[in-house]
């Protein structure tokens, strides 16, 4: 798979918007800010085009980039990262 610049910025503005979305369908936040956001964004777009390969029939697609997989891809990462990155305080 080769990927060019051009799409590279793309699938990078992809990554923000899908990362955001996939915190609010989360209802958690992403560790790190926008920053972690589009980093969940362009893990959950390289999992489902690179590695699994994943498409749903007639999904809307932008260069390549399945919208709705991906942010539902994006949704179970931030619920899996905040989860394992959340500091739960007790008060005794």
């Given at each position: 798979?080769?990927?060019?610049?051009?799409q590279?910025?793309?699938?990078i503005?992809i990554a923000a918007l899908?990362?955001?979305?996939?915190?609010l369908?989360?209802?958690?936040r992403?560790?790190a800010?926008?920053?972690?956001?589009?980093?969940l964004?362009?893990?959950s777009?390289f999992?489902?085009v690179?590695?699994f390969?994943?498409?749903?029939?007639g999904?809307?697609?932008i260069e390549?980039?399945?919208?709705i997989?991906?942010?539902?891809?994006?949704a179970i990462l931030v619920v899996i990262w905040s989860s394992?990155?959340?500091?739960?305080?007790?008060?005794?």
């Open positions: 798979m080769t990927v060019t610049f051009v590279l910025i793309v699938w503005l899908v990362g955001y979305l996939g915190e369908i989360a209802g958690r992403a560790p800010g926008i920053l972690g956001s589009t980093m964004g362009l893990f777009i999992l489902i690179g590695f390969h994943f498409r749903i029939e999904e809307p697609t390549g980039v399945p919208l997989s991906t942010i539902i891809a994006a394992l990155t959340y500091k739960r305080v007790v008060i005794r």
